[in-house]
């Protein structure tokens, strides 16, 4: 993960970059970051956070994350995490034939099964983008409140202030979301 810091004294601006790497540390999302802008002017009171996402994660089907048993109609998953979310769709679709046997096992009759196997239970870069923005929201300083996002699929940028944010402020942070 790379950290670029701009705008600010070199002494702030290494303060920046411990802080961004303590936050990135903490949120578990160190791995999964390509780079980290940071710009901060505090004559006009502006920041701009902007972080590119290594790679996009693929969403998890059904079949990824649990195996069926045809001859006992039993959907094993191997993460608890899931079977709430698997529970939901099986229930959107029949409340009949299936029952929760078990944490982590559900009985489905396999013509339902056949049918939700390759619906999709867990989108991982959500997640990841959740993650992202709850970091971006602890680097900023705590009184710029006023926030102008960006979002696209592999970067995230905001933009604050503690006053309204000017279109200036607004066009760099597109610059710094586009920047390579």
């Not at 002017?41 to 996009?56: A, G, H, L, P, Q």
């Not at 699929?153 to 905001?158: N, P």
């Amino acid at each position: 993960m790379e950290i670029i810091v701009e705008g600010l004294p070199e002494k702030e601006s290494q303060g920046y970059v411990a802080l961004i790497n303590d936050i990135m540390r903490e949120f578990e999302i160190r791995r999964s970051i390509e780079k980290v802008y940071f710009y901060g002017d505090t004559e006009n009171f502006v920041f701009i956070t902007s972080i590119r996402i290594k790679k996009v994660l693929e969403p998890l089907r059904i079949e990824d994350v649990a195996i069926y048993n045809s001859e006992k109609e039993i959907l094993s998953v191997e993460d608890e995490f899931y079977v709430p979310k698997i529970l939901s769709l099986l229930w959107s679709i029949s409340k009949e034939g299936i029952e929760q046997a078990d944490r982590t096992e559900i009985k489905i009759p396999t013509d339902i099964f056949n049918k939700i196997k390759s619906e999709v239970v867990y989108y991982p870069t959500e997640d990841l983008k959740k993650n992202v923005q709850e970091a971006i929201n602890r680097v900023l300083p705590e009184a710029a409140r006023i926030k102008y996002i960006l979002s696209a699929e592999k970067t995230i940028t905001v933009a604050s202030s503690e006053n309204a944010l000017s279109e200036q402020s607004k066009k760099l942070a597109q610059k710094y979301h586009e920047r390579d």
